[in-house]
């Protein structure tokens, strides 16, 4: 039978690599075998895996172009190897009813490289106003950028949400604890730890695991104390910054985030949770700014650049075998997909063929000055990294030996369905 196009190669195939053939229609994975006949058969040199989804990224598009936009953030994101991204909707304009998200995907629509989804924030006064289309929601338990935080979050607003039928996302730091730990100048990352400790992750994270919700994650998790108060209840969220920087660094306002950058004993203990395959997502909670707004450190805001990196350092590990590469499939790829509930992340029938050659005898050093963000200023500046070669979405090579080959064809995963 006839096929869209057929790529050939060793295709991480049910935990190992295997030489195959994979063919493709409409963008999905019609056939998996050899010696496939019924299209021009494409050769990816070295391994092929499939392309990641990064489901907590800010492109601060609308209202901020300045910082990123999503032209610049898909990018990004396409030549780290991720075709899926989830953008969340603490914008200037916070994202918080439907009319809003409606202008944002009308904003957004046509300028992406890579599919997309958007969240749609709860402030708990906005129950009857969020968007159905809305590819998940998230809440603030603390103040962060854009936002304002939630003391509670009333049982029938729970019952609501529930019935949206998709991920609830909470940034996990209770505002109360916040407020009484607050100094008044912060002016280092260990000032700004003791701002907001741990135990206002640990407290939200008790909260979050009382709430009746189908699918609740707690993002970006900074200590290995959040897993035990969540005790397996939640879907565990956790970064590269939170796993491989800290506050003993000499990072300056770009290694300010929220939360913030702990100890290095704290950091070590959560690499370790990492490694041993404690978390179920790996995300970048790509947060970018101007130059300006990380000059002085006191008045800097928070946020860290990785979508871009997410995976490559993960797979340099992988590379000098420090860890199995199923455990960056299974965080960075497989689970963040079959989380948001879309049909990416398998090299499997009716799957869609988003997938990344890599070779992993070319370890390489991160370079800020190559990084695609606006501002690539980037605490992985100098890490070692495997970035992909080629990038292929939903059947069509975006990424070919290193170089932009497509438009910016990126969809709303909302049509992907």
């Not at 130059?291 to 992988?318: C, N, W």
Request: hydrophobic share 35%.
């Amino acid at each position: 039978m006839p096929y869209d196009a057929i790529f050939s190669g060793r295709f991480y195939f049910q935990g190992e690599f295997r030489d195959l053939e994979v063919a493709v229609s409409d963008g999905v994975i019609s056939h998996i075998g050899k010696a496939i006949t019924g299209a021009p058969v494409t050769k990816l040199e070295g391994g092929i895996i499939p392309a990641g989804t990064d489901i907590h990224v800010h492109f601060r598009d609308p209202g901020e172009t300045e910082k990123e936009d999503f032209s610049t953030g898909s990018l990004s994101a396409i030549y780290g190897g991720t075709t899926t991204v989830y953008d969340m909707p603490n914008n200037i304009v916070p994202v918080a009813d439907y009319s809003v998200f409606h202008d944002k995907l009308t904003s957004v629509s046509s300028r992406s490289y890579c599919d997309f989804g958007l969240y749609s924030l709860y402030n708990g006064k906005n129950i009857d106003l969020l968007s159905p289309e809305s590819s998940g929601i998230k809440i603030f338990l603390g103040g962060s950028t854009n936002s304002t935080a939630l003391d509670q979050v009333p049982d029938q607003d729970i019952k609501a949400i529930d019935s949206m039928d998709i991920p609830v996302v909470f940034h996990g730091e209770d505002a109360a604890c916040l407020k009484s730990h607050s100094i008044p100048e912060e002016h280092s990352l260990i000032d700004h730890d003791r701002a907001r400790p741990e135990l206002c992750e640990v407290t939200s994270a008790e909260l979050i695991s009382g709430l009746s919700l189908k699918k609740k994650i707690m993002a970006h998790i900074s200590t290995p104390e959040s897993l035990s108060a969540m005790n397996g209840k939640v879907i565990t969220e956790i970064t590269p910054h939170h796993i491989f920087l800290n506050s003993e660094m000499d990072l300056g306002s770009w290694g300010k985030v929220n939360p913030p950058l702990r100890s290095r004993e704290t950091q070590r203990r959560l690499m370790d949770s990492y490694f041993n395959g404690h978390f179920d997502i790996l995300s970048s909670d790509h947060a970018p700014h101007t130059e300006h707004d990380k000059e002085e450190f006191y008045q800097a805001s928070s946020g860290i650049i990785g979508v871009e990196t997410r995976i490559p350092v993960m797979l340099a590990l992988v590379a000098n075998k420090t860890i199995p590469l199923d455990l960056v499939y299974r965080t960075a790829i497989a689970n963040p997909a079959s989380t948001m509930g879309i049909r990416k992340g398998v090299i499997q029938l009716g799957y869609f063929a988003d997938f990344m050659a890599i070779r992993f005898s070319e370890t390489t050093r991160v370079n800020q000055d190559r990084l695609h963000s606006k501002t690539p200023i980037s605490p992985f500046n100098g890490f070692q990294a495997v970035f992909p070669h080629t990038v292929v979405m939903r059947g069509s090579t975006i990424l070919d030996r290193g170089e932009l080959v497509a438009d910016r064809n990126g969809e709303f995963v909302g049509k992907l369905k």
